[in-house]
Structures are given as C-alpha cells and as structure tokens.
C-alpha cells in the first residue's frame, strides 16, 4: 500500500499563498487517483481536489466549489509527489489537510490516512 506524507502548511494572512505536498512512497502517484482533504475544527473531513491517474486525456482534475479558482492540484511523477497550491487563502481554508488515493471520478477516500499538515489562515 502506498505510503503518504504531506507537508508545506503553516500560518498565512488572508489573501496569501502556500503550497502544500505529498510525497508518495511504496507507490507510483501517477497510476492513482489522488485527492486531497481537509478537516477543520469540529467539522467533518471534506473533498478539496482530486487528480486522476495519468491517460492519455492527460491529468484531469476537479476541485470544491468552495476552492474552484483559487487552489489548482497537480503532480510531479519524477519526485511521486502531488500537490495542492492555494492562493487567494481565506480564514475558513483553515484545517488540517491530508492527502489520499481516492476512487476515480469521486470524492471517496481509500486507505487509512496520514498525519496531515495544519494550515492556518489569519483574518
């Protein structure tokens, strides 16, 4: 089983920008179907985007209305690392964020799920 690690959050003004990884091991991301998640205080975990496993349609991606416009998903198979690049960050993207394979063409995790990275947005 694919082994998951994110990383990159951190403590941002509203209107800023972070990058965050997941670096894959034990694992080919681009033969997955990748998303990434997020859970703030005292709600439940929530899509964000997704990334399909590589075809020749190319990577095809779909986001959150929530996220539409301001967080683009995508992946770097030389390092097996996807990643999600927020900008236009806004004090409700605070959360934790967690990446996962998901079932392709949904919003369905698969597998057990990693320590997450904390994001934290300052009004």
């Known amino acids: 089983q694919v082994q998951l690690v994110e990383s990159g959050g951190g403590l941002v003004q509203a209107g800023g920008s972070l990058r965050l990884s997941c670096a894959a091991s034990?694992?080919?991301?681009?033969?997955?179907?990748m998303g990434w998640f997020r859970q703030a205080p005292g709600k439940e975990r929530e899509f964000v985007a997704a990334?399909?496993?590589?075809?020749?349609?190319?990577?095809?991606?779909y986001y959150a209305d929530s996220v539409k416009g301001r967080f683009t998903i995508s992946r770097d198979n030389a390092k097996n690392t996807v990643y999600l690049q927020m900008t236009s960050l806004k004090p409700e993207d605070t959360g934790v964020y967690y990446c996962s394979q998901i079932i392709g063409g949904t919003r369905t995790p698969i597998g057990s799920w990693g320590q997450g990275t904390q994001v934290t947005v300052s009004s």
């Open positions: 990334i399909r496993a590589i075809t020749w349609l190319g990577a095809i991606t």
């Open positions: 034990g694992g080919t991301v681009s033969t997955y179907h």
